[in-house]
């Protein structure tokens, strides 16, 4: 293993959107190209492919535990993962179904010990002794909710509610993740 893989390492900048398993995107890819009768060169050069494959919330569930169980593969012990909650009402996305749909990927990753950041300082001191006697890996968790600058006040400001009911409606279980609020975009 090269020695940069095997340091513990914390990474404060990930898109989610931005960090899909290269073998998971050339497989919906397929898939999508499949479903419209299309080759996979048409399927890039028609759609932004990725916003069309993060309007499923099988697969932003999906692409959100494989996004973690990589970040923990190369050692990562401390994540702060960002993504801006979506609206589809096409299939039915809102953005509290989209939040749900990550949280519900963060919660679902089995090959790892996911922890949320702990409220106590005492607790985090424990970061970066990330196997802490035991052979499996383990990696802190932040989510960050983005807001587009480029959103309508409206848009944002469910963001932000969303985002503030999750907070107070999760902190008091351990086995949540923090959330915070983001402000990205042009
Ligand atoms: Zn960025």
């Given amino acids: 293993m090269?020695?940069?893989?095997?340091?513990?390492?914390?990474?404060?900048?990930?898109h989610l959107n931005g960090s899909i398993r290269?073998?998971?995107?050339?497989?919906?890819?397929?898939?999508?190209?499949?479903?419209?009768?299309?080759?996979?060169?048409?399927?890039?050069?028609?759609?932004d492919l990725i916003r069309i494959l993060t309007t499923d919330h099988a697969i932003?569930?999906?692409?959100?535990?494989?996004?973690?169980?990589?970040?923990?593969?190369?050692?990562?012990?401390?994540?702060?993962?960002?993504?801006?909650?979506?609206?589809?009402?096409?299939?039915?996305?809102?953005?509290?179904?989209?939040?749900?749909?990550?949280?519900?990927?963060?919660?679902?990753?089995?090959s790892v010990d996911v922890n949320f950041i702990p409220h106590h300082k005492e607790d985090s001191r424990t970061l970066f002794s990330p196997n802490n006697g035991s052979s499996r890996k383990r990696i802190y968790v932040r989510l960050l909710l983005s807001?587009?600058?480029r959103e309508t006040t409206e848009a944002a400001m469910e963001?932000?509610?969303?985002?503030?009911?999750?907070?107070?409606?999760?902190?008091s279980e351990s086995t949540s993740p923090e959330i915070h609020l983001l402000v990205t975009g042009n």
């Fill in 2 to 14: 090269e020695w940069w893989v095997s340091m513990p390492k914390v990474e404060l900048h990930a």
């Fill in 22 to 47: 290269d073998s998971t995107l050339l497989e919906l890819t397929k898939a999508l190209g499949e479903k419209d009768n299309r080759s996979v060169k048409e399927v890039f050069q028609l759609f």
């Fill in 60 to 110: 932003v569930t999906r692409i959100t535990r494989e996004v973690i169980e990589d970040f923990a593969s190369e050692n990562v012990v401390y994540l702060e993962l960002r993504t801006t909650p979506k609206r589809n009402e096409a299939i039915g996305m809102t953005k509290g179904s989209y939040i749900e749909a990550v949280l519900e990927g963060l919660r679902s990753v089995t």
């Fill in 147 to 149: 807001i587009d600058r």
């Fill in 159 to 171: 963001t932000v509610k969303l985002a503030l009911e999750r907070s107070s409606l999760e902190s």
